[in-house]
């Protein structure tokens, strides 16, 4: 099976401007987590998305938001950039066969966007 | 709520020397518990993940942990370090939701 994948690996973009990225889970998995990470902050839950619904949220600003398609892909924006962007964006699947908390969760390359 | 502390965000051993990373948890619910390693450039791969079914859980690359409730640590194990495994080391808590709660990692490095 092949693994999540994610889309772009690498971004530079300037304040000011938005992003989406895009992951794609593995195959069967319905539900997709998001995550930042920040040599500051560390690894930092931003929401998951299970059937195309928002389950969980982390705390974050609004300019942050995703979505889900019916294929199970997602999607994140950022909107308005800032400096403090500067991350790496890890997206992770899981089956969600045995309730949810007990799932793993398989994360993908990541994509490393650069604020300049 | 939950959380997870890791004690050390630098552990040195050498080639052959046991690897021991700490990790103390906290949680009102009966937890979910993960290590995940993170080489340089990647993502998160899974080592192992404790579901209450057994308190010494084996993972990949011969890595083990185990559960220790009267003491709330999960601490991660392996006999004999390679240089392979130097690579940065989260431990994670789930409790009854499904975002995962990071450390905020260790480093091991490897000597030869």
């Known amino acids: 099976k092949a693994g999540v994948t994610q889309t772009p690996r690498y971004l530079i973009k300037t304040r000011g401007q938005q992003v989406t990225l895009s992951c794609s889970p593995i195959s069967g998995h319905r539900s997709v987590s998001w995550y930042q990470q920040t040599p500051g902050q560390g690894l930092q839950f931003l929401f998951e998305y299970f059937s195309e619904t928002q389950r969980n949220k982390g705390n974050f600003p609004g300019r942050f938001s995703g979505r889900q398609f019916s294929n199970s892909r997602s999607e994140m924006n950022v909107s308005t950039l800032e400096l403090g962007d500067s991350a790496l964006y890890l997206c992770?699947?899981?089956?969600?066969?045995?309730?949810?908390?007990?799932?793993?969760?398989?994360f993908g390359p990541g994509t490393r966007l650069t604020v300049l | 709520a939950q959380s997870v502390t890791q004690l050390g965000s630098h552990v040195s051993v050498s080639e052959g020397a046991l690897v021991l990373l700490r990790c103390n948890y906290s949680s009102s619910v009966p937890p979910y518990l993960f290590w995940y390693v993170q080489y340089p450039n990647q993502g998160l791969q899974l080592l192992l993940k404790y579901t209450s079914a057994a308190t010494l859980v084996k993972g990949i690359n011969g890595f083990e942990a185990e559960f220790k409730k009267s003491e709330t640590s999960f601490h991660l194990t392996k006999p004999s370090a390679h240089m392979r495994d130097a690579a940065e080391y989260f431990c994670a808590v789930k409790g009854n939701t499904d975002k995962l709660i990071f450390g905020t990692g260790t480093r091991l490095q490897v000597f030869p």
């Open positions: 992770a699947s899981s089956s969600r066969t045995s309730g949810g908390a007990a799932d793993t969760q398989y």
